[in-house]
């Protein structure tokens, strides 16, 4: 009986033994993982503590200059972080000391701003029966924006609705969220009616933004409108950027032979998953670093 009870006991002790060794063992990975998460602390004036990873999202409260936190992931070139008195929520890792590695190489980790050109009291170029181009511009950048979120991009769009946006407001956004990437929606026009036709992709800085440009340019050739090529072009929305930045003009929308494809659904379609398809790429093969 004695020997049973004994042999019962040591069980018992042995049980305790290794489920006490588990835990620490447990404990001891759990620091050490802990430890090797990046520490940063605020290197600007203040930062909004955010609940998610945008400028979208409410602020849980700001983090003043020299404020420490541990990187807990990172999404969009947010970081989701522990603060030092055990709070937890999103800061822009622009604002944050050390960086990081800044390099997007796919799209659902891309912060896009889609620029639909003109709107509201700027109606933009007009079709010979007085279409304007600011709806036809709205179309396609919903159309590319939803492509875009269906991957996992976080897209920015300078307007929604038919609003009059400024110029320099347009850009200013793309600044204002470090976009990896900024694309001006356009419909082009001639002196006269039916003098020219074909899609146009333009860029204002070359060293920043010439690889956007020839990255999605190349997917524009099975359309229906001739591709015309790349081109530089000194726009106020592309020139004020400082991230990689085009403005495309997707046709002549004083062409009868343009504004038939412009105001076809299939046709701003094509053009959406080209575009698409041309960010993708751009991120897959050119290593973005901005």
């Known amino acids: 009986m004695r020997s049973k009870r004994s042999k019962i006991a040591h069980r018992h ?10 835990f620490l063992l447990a404990g001891i990975l759990c620091w050490r993982t802990y430890s090797y998460f990046k520490q940063v602390e605020v290197n600007v004036a203040q930062v909004q503590l955010r609940q998610g990873p945008g400028i979208e999202y409410q602020a849980k409260g700001q ?31 622009w604002n944050l000391n050390p960086q990081g590695s800044q390099t997007v190489t796919k799209l659902n980790n891309a912060t896009i701003v ?12 007009l079709s010979a029966n007085g279409k304007m181009e600011k709806t036809y511009t709205l179309k396609l950048a919903k159309k590319v924006a939803a492509l875009l979120r269906q991957k996992g991009a976080k897209v920015y769009l300078t307007r929604t609705s038919d609003k009059f ?5 347009r850009p200013a956004l793309s600044n204002q969220v470090h976009a990896n990437a900024f694309i001006s929606f356009h419909f082009d026009s001639s002196p006269q009616q039916n003098l ?7 860029y204002y800085h070359r060293q920043l933004s010439y690889s956007l440009a020839h990255t999605i340019n190349q997917q524009l050739n099975n359309l229906n409108l001739k591709n015309r090529g790349i081109d530089f072009g000194n726009f106020e929305v592309i020139r004020d950027n ?10 002549y929308i004083n062409s009868d032979h343009d504004f038939a494809e412009i105001r076809s659904n299939q046709y701003l379609a094509e053009v959406a998953n080209d575009v698409v398809k041309g960010l993708s790429n751009y991120f897959a093969t050119s290593s973005s670093t901005n």
């Not at 002790?13 to 060794?21: A, C, E, G, M, N």
């Not at 889609?114 to 170029?125: I, K, N, V």
């Not at 946006?165 to 407001?169: E, F, G, K, N, Q």
């Open 165 to 169: 946006v400024s110029l320099a407001a």
């Open 242 to 251: 400082d991230y990689p930045a085009v403005l495309l003009e997707m046709g």
């Open 196 to 202: 020219a036709s074909g899609v146009t992709t333009y």
């Open 114 to 125: 889609l620029d639909p050109g003109h709107g509201g009291s700027d109606s933009g170029a």
């Open 63 to 93: 983090l003043k200059r020299g404020s420490r936190m541990t990187v807990l992931r990172e999404k969009y070139r947010w970081y989701y972080v522990k603060t030092a008195n055990n709070k937890f929520g999103w800061v822009a890792s």
């Open 13 to 22: 002790q042995s049980l305790i033994f290794l489920i006490t060794v588990t």
